[in-house]
């Protein structure tokens, strides 16, 4: 063989064995590169903030917490979603699109709960390669744990003004969340309950009902005052554990108090209100304390660079059709967005905004791509300095909307021990009018 034969008998393997590895050769699957602005996010929904209200306590000096947000950042109202009820709008915020007519449609039929409906903004962090905790948030239960994120067991139940213990908890069923998770939670329940009637008489009302009908508006204040108390020992407990980079928190309770007390906190807007029912004026504002107390708790939990966004789907006002219930959100009054961060823009007012608009901007926040198929739109005023010069938005295909799970039918079996258990709370609660 002479060289030259050598020689190419050598390419000719050579190239025999590169067109193998080639062949054989796969890309390898590129794991999920994660938030990369480094910034922490915090969302805190508060069902039926309003700005009514609010401005006059924010004057007053009595929200420290939330006004110190306001000095720097971006404030607005959000357009409320209808229905205004919390399952559509905090959906609509989670998701960053409305309801489709047949969601819409088994919202009618489900007692005005929506089963089976995780937040996609809290699923899209993880699935990007980020961590996302969501507690309390309506909606999002029941769902079990996933890669990335945490969904705790727990959905107040204030829209009924009945209870903030679900019958998960009450029976026991874990619904495919960890042991440890359902622990957690039913141990922040069980310390609640023994906590709550001292801790309301410190914080929102010292004092007894007058007649029955307001006997029935602090009973219905104590239970609101139950969920929150629970809901923010398990988003303090599971944030200092999970550090997230987008944490999703709710408090329900100031809708539900709202609606009964809202009449004796604004006397002027109700002259025919004896002036007798004005000493009950205090559990409202008080709660709005209530929660400013809960914003700053979060708030620890994070370093100076963090985000926070508080927001409402509607907001809450004063009401003459319904007996009783001196306070509405029927006629869609617009809810409350506040967002501040480290280097956000001087303080500003943004216009024309909605729920929609929140989980993309998140997402923007993060350095995240956008699922096309958001109805929001990123408010890029809101943006810190130079964030979008050095993460660009960017876009991913449409993320079409899960189907929705029937209400499961293992919830049913825990509706005798879940009443027991409500007589023995209720009984409890009223030996302390």
């Known amino acids: ?12 393997v050579a190239a025999v064995v590169l067109m193998a590895v080639v062949i054989s050769w796969e890309p390898a699957t590129r794991a999920p590169a994660g938030p990369s602005t480094g910034l922490k996010i915090v969302v805190i929904g508060v069902d039926g903030l309003d700005w009514f209200l609010m401005r006059k306590l924010l004057e007053e000096g009595t929200l420290p917490s939330i006004a110190s947000l306001l000095k720097r950042g971006l404030t607005g109202e959000l357009a409320p979603a209808l229905p205004a009820i919390p399952e559509v709008g905090w959906t609509v915020v989670a998701r960053g699109r409305g309801l489709t007519e047949n969601e819409r449609a088994r919202l009618a039929g489900t007692d005005g709960r929506l089963f089976g409906l995780a937040p996609e903004l809290g699923k899209l962090v993880a699935q990007s390669g980020g961590t996302a905790l969501s507690v309390g948030w309506p909606a999002s239960w029941p ?6 994120l945490v969904v705790a067991p727990y959905r107040p139940e204030t829209l009924i003004h009945e209870t903030g213990l679900p019958a998960a908890i009450l029976s026991g ?12 939670v039913a141990d922040a329940v069980a310390r609640n309950e023994g906590l709550c009637e001292d801790e309301f008489r410190r914080l929102i009302f010292d004092g007894g009902a007058g007649d029955s009908g307001w006997s029935e508006h602090l009973l219905a204040a104590r239970w609101a005052f139950l969920s929150d108390l629970t809901t923010i020992d398990v988003a303090a407990s599971l944030m200092a554990d999970e550090e997230p980079d987008l944490t999703m928190v709710c408090f329900g309770g100031l809708d539900a108090i709202g609606h009964r007390f809202l009449a004796p906190a604004m ?18 504002t008080n709660y709005f304390v209530f929660i400013d107390s809960c914003v700053e708790r979060l708030r620890r939990l994070t370093d100076e660079n963090a985000v926070f966004v508080i927001c409402s789907t509607y907001g809450t006002h004063p009401s003459f059709d319904i007996p009783a219930i001196s306070g509405s959100h029927s006629s869609g009054p617009p809810g409350v967005l506040i967002l501040r961060g480290s280097n956000i823009a001087q303080r500003q007012r943004a216009l024309a905004l909605t729920g929609e608009d929140v989980a993309p901007t998140v997402l923007a926040l993060l350095g995240l791509a956008i699922p096309t198929d958001m109805d929001g739109r990123v408010v890029q005023e809101a943006l ?3 964030l979008l010069r050095n993460h660009p938005l960017a876009y991913s295909g449409e993320i079409r909307p899960e189907g929705i799970d029937p209400r499961p039918s293992d919830l049913a079996a825990g509706n005798a021990l879940v009443s027991e258990r409500l007589k023995t709370l209720r009984a409890a609660m009223a030996r302390n009018e």
């Open 143 to 148: 769902v079990g744990e996933s890669e990335g």
């Open 384 to 386: 810190p300095v130079g």
């Open 1 to 12: 063989m002479t060289i030259r034969r050598a020689i190419l008998a050598v390419l000719l």
């Open 173 to 184: 069923d874990a619904l495919s969340c960890s042991d440890e998770l359902v622990a957690k």
């Open 267 to 284: 006397p002027s807007f109700f002259p025919n209100m004896p002036p007798e029912y004005e000493r009950y004026g205090s559990v409202l």
